[in-house]
């Protein structure tokens, strides 16, 4: 089990550029979830999928944030244009079912804007 | 108010003691609960769950889950250095909403 796999685990950029974080579930999962975590707001929910299909994505902050799953093993979430309030770490994390499973976290991707 | 609330801590113990540490929920509907402990510059990993009311052991740790007060805890007993992390709790039932985090400090 090769785990969540996310990319590029630091990413440095300046305001105004387009950001494109990666990430690939377990195989087998059909839920995948999008975080951001800050010193100052904690780990927050952006958006989550079910079989791929956005459910919820009351979380993301405005409309330079966006996300897609085009397929059950891939996943992106964009950020354009970026601002230095988004420098954050980026976590996704998936689950099996819909039932009570747990989540299994990658290792996640800092942004920094400057 | 936050759908899952804990305080942020740091809470200190000495090696040896118990720690304990606890968050409360909003939505009387949650059923179930996951801890998960984050070292620094890690990604967060479950180290228990719990699905009832109730106690439930795993070796030195303890969750505790009581819906009538809306709280759930975790108990670290004969607490470690390599324990120093911050312990989360999530609630799957709300959209796997977590708590803020409570930072635990264990002194040699």
């Known amino acids: 089990d090769a785990g969540v796999i996310q990319s590029p685990r630091h990413e440095v950029t300046e305001m105004g550029q387009e950001v494109t974080l990666r990430c690939k579930p377990i195989?087998?999962?059909?839920?995948l979830f999008w975080y951001r975590q800050t010193m100052m707001r904690g780990l927050e929910l952006l958006i989550y999928f079910n079989n791929n299909v956005p459910i919820d994505d009351s979380g993301m902050p405005e409309d330079r944030f966006s996300a897609k799953m085009p397929n059950a093993s891939f996943s992106t979430l964009k950020i354009q244009p970026s601002e230095p309030r988004d420098s954050a770490v980026y976590f996704c994390?998936?689950?099996?079912?819909?039932?009570?499973?747990?989540?299994?976290f990658g290792n996640g991707t800092r942004l920094t804007v400057t | 108010q936050k759908e899952v609330e804990q305080n942020s801590g740091p809470l200190s113990v000495p090696e040896g003691a118990i720690a304990s540490l606890n968050c409360t929920y909003s939505d009387r509907g949650s059923q179930s609960f996951f801890w998960y402990r984050q070292y620094s510059g890690k990604s967060p990993e479950l180290i228990m769950s719990i699905y009832s009311n109730g106690d439930k052991e795993d070796g030195r740790f303890t969750a505790q889950l009581n819906k009538a007060s809306q709280y759930v805890s975790l108990l670290i007993r004969d607490s470690q250095p390599s324990d120093s992390a911050t312990y989360l709790c999530?609630?799957?039932?709300?959209?796997?909403?977590f708590g803020s985090g409570t930072k635990l400090n264990v002194k040699p």
């Open positions: 195989s087998g999962h059909n839920s």
């Open positions: 994390a998936s689950k099996p079912g819909q039932g009570r499973s747990p989540l299994h």
């Open positions: 999530a609630d799957p039932f709300n959209k796997f909403y």
